[in-house]
């Protein structure tokens, strides 16, 4: 039985190409991390409710963030609250709880952020105490096939590389593979971004996935930096 998408973002044109069948993958909704308004948060829910019912045959695969259950935001709450109503409703699901995502888009995450303002030659900001982890897109979808198809299914994991830097780190690597000096000056302020493994077995497919992938900041610098400028 065919996959349904729903979404037209980075997400959705990953899972569009999934190999896997009689999937909902929920990829659609409020993708601003400082959202604040009740009626986007609604509306993602409205959509979620009536996909599930339309599609309840399927199981439901929906993206949540490895900082929702940690972090005391409108947004993250919302996290918290789409899962809920995912366990509540559905008979087969899994929730995947993400770092930062790595792909070929222009939006504020942390990889196109930094790119677009090194070669744009604009000064920002980068902070001093933040940790970060980003994790390939193509990556999270090559994960989703070996959890599907190898476990059972009604469960909530985060998807973690086994590695974290700073994003000072992460704009002097992108400066590097421009050939443009980076503007930026470092701020007192940020917090690590944690995303732990538990001890399931499917964890630990996650963790051997990622286990064999030395440079794996430096690989999605050469891969996505020339890709994210294309769009620019």
Known sequence: MDSVVIGNGLLAKAFSK????????FCSGVSNSSETRKEAFDRE???????????????VVYFSSVSAPKVDSCYFNHKINMEKVIVENTKDYIIFRLPQ???????????????QNIYLGNHFKVFKNATRTIVDIEDIVKVFELIYTQSNRKMTLNICPNYSFDPETLAQLISKNLGIEALYEVVNAGSPQTCELD?????????????NQPRYLEKLVEKY?????SLL
């Open 199 to 211: 001890n399931s077995i499917e964890s630990q497919i996650i963790s051997d996935f990622f286990y």
């Open 45 to 59: 829910e409205a959509l979620l409710r009536s996909s599930i019912i339309e599609h309840s045959n399927k199981c």
């Open 18 to 25: 999934a190999s896997v069948n009689n999937c909902l993958f």
């Open 101 to 115: 995502v790595a792909g070929a888009v222009v939006n504020s995450t942390l990889l196109s952020y930094i790119t």
């Open 225 to 229: 930096v020339t890709q994210i400028i």
